[in-house]
């Protein structure tokens, strides 16, 4: 057995019968490739992949991706499909099913075919700790209360979600203090976030607001390009 986390780096088109031969001697925990064409679904049936990251690579479609989760459902922990155009709710919804392991997962800048839809499919992963669906023009506030309040969530990239505005905190902030709501429906006000990316959001002053309210652990806040946010907001 090799290593066994191991990396390859291949060329820009990957035939299916050169990476067939090449996995077959290798016990894989992780796959990483960036900007290929696959041709075929050669990464489904080696190895005992956890961490699966083919960010920018064409050939990437819904068939391969349930495949995928068909294959490693049972251990995956981490998918980045980052700039996987062809990529959509219909195979997204079947990972977070399949795949309820998963701590982080990337489907930033894919389509417009991926929608609130997959949001909130991901928001019920009880181990997810990282999301990312920066550049998603269809994601709106409804579903990004839900995976704000994911409770092991500690990493979140919103940047360029358009749709996205203070709305979304305010609304957390409110079903999280709400004592006419039962208990087990109430938010946790995203109580682990400690990374937030909301570049080029419309999110305002009151979002800010809104999480200074919420005493979350926040580390990192990144809000370029939000003209909305005032610079008393950035004292409180």
């Known amino acids: ?37 696959l041709q075929g679904l050669c990464v489904c049936f080696y190895g005992n992949l956890q961490r699966i990251s083919l960010n920018s690579c064409s050939g990437v479609t819904d068939n391969l991706l349930r495949s995928l989760a068909d294959a490693h459902g049972n251990v995956l922990e981490e998918l980045e499909v980052e700039r996987c155009r062809a990529v959509t709710d219909y195979s997204l919804f079947y990972v977070t099913r399949k795949c309820l392991r998963l701590k982080v997962l990337n489907i930033s800048d894919t389509s417009d075919r991926v929608s609130d839809a997959t949001v909130l499919s991901a928001a019920e992963l009880s181990c997810l700790e990282s999301f990312s669906a920066a550049y998603l023009s269809t994601i709106s506030n409804m579903s990004l209360v839900l995976i704000l309040n994911s409770p092991q969530l500690k990493h979140l990239d919103i940047s360029g979600c358009e749709r996205i505005d203070d709305a979304v905190f305010l609304s957390s902030n409110l079903l999280s203090s709400d004592s006419s709501l039962p208990s087990n429906l109430r938010l946790d006000r995203f109580q682990n976030l400690t990374s937030l990316s909301m570049d080029f959001c419309n999110v305002g002053s009151e979002a800010l607001s809104s999480l200074a309210a919420a005493s979350c652990p926040l580390k990192i806040v990144s809000f370029a390009h939000c003209t909305r946010i005032d610079d008393e907001a950035i004292f409180l």
Do not use: A, P
């Not at 996995?23 to 925990?29: N, R, S, T, V």
């Open 1 to 37: 057995n090799m290593h066994e986390s191991t990396q390859k780096g291949l060329g820009q088109s990957l035939d299916f019968f050169v990476v067939e031969r090449r996995l077959q001697c290798i016990e894989l925990d992780r796959l990483q490739v960036q900007s290929c064409v």
